[in-house]
């Protein structure tokens, strides 16, 4: 095995055990038995339980900056909105492990941990509230404070998908998308001319 490979086993060893154990209860020993690897081994690639979080983070952060999309108003907005929301959520639910570290972390275990948390989340408001901007600037966002909008939609990702990344039985992810899409077309969206919301209702569990 290369040392990508190996590097890539060590990341969904220590993910897997983080979502099962706790950031806070997992031991770097947990790890490397889920890899099968030997202690050294785990130390050529990350110098301690911290690094391996982080990296995962900011693997799971820069996989979100790419998948949003600049919209285009010439183009269908309502469906670059659409898709932006879905590549969003595929982010999040591709990985659930992670998202649920994300998602359910107790406040105050382990004050590193909070904080780079903390600042994954920053990241992600900051993007969102880019995005906003510029969409206030394009008329299709309406005016207001784009960093209390930001807050607001990262909050109610974060409920639905910790729903959906936990749920014996989630909602299908096209559901997801289309009630989120439905929520802001609904709040701060101005989408003008862009084709209408559809009528279909999203069924109840």
Request: aromatic share 8%.
């Amino acid at each position: 095995m290369d040392k990508k490979a190996r590097r890539q086993v060590l990341l969904q060893a220590a993910r897997d055990v983080f979502a099962s154990k706790g950031y806070h209860d997992a031991k770097v020993d947990d790890i490397c038995a889920l890899a099968n690897v030997a202690k050294g081994t785990y130390y050529l690639y990350f110098k301690d339980k911290r690094a391996v979080l982080e990296e995962l983070v900011d693997g799971l952060f820069a996989r979100i900056a790419t998948a949003i999309l600049r919209v285009d108003v010439a183009r269908d907005v309502a469906g670059q909105i659409q898709h932006n929301i879905r590549a969003i959520v595929a982010v999040f639910l591709d990985d659930p492990a992670l998202t649920r570290i994300l998602l359910s972390y107790a406040a105050g275990l382990d004050p590193a941990f909070v904080k780079k948390i903390g600042s994954f989340y920053a990241g992600v408001r900051t993007l969102l509230r880019s995005a906003l901007e510029e969409g206030q600037k394009m008329g299709i966002v309406a005016e207001g404070d784009a960093d209390f909008f930001a807050s607001v939609s990262l909050g109610i990702v974060k409920e639905v998908l910790l729903e959906a990344s936990t749920s014996e039985r989630p909602r299908p992810r096209e559901e997801i998308v289309d009630s989120l899409f439905r929520f802001l077309a609904s709040g701060y969206l101005r989408m003008g001319g862009a084709p209408a919301v559809r009528d279909r209702q999203p069924k109840l569990k």
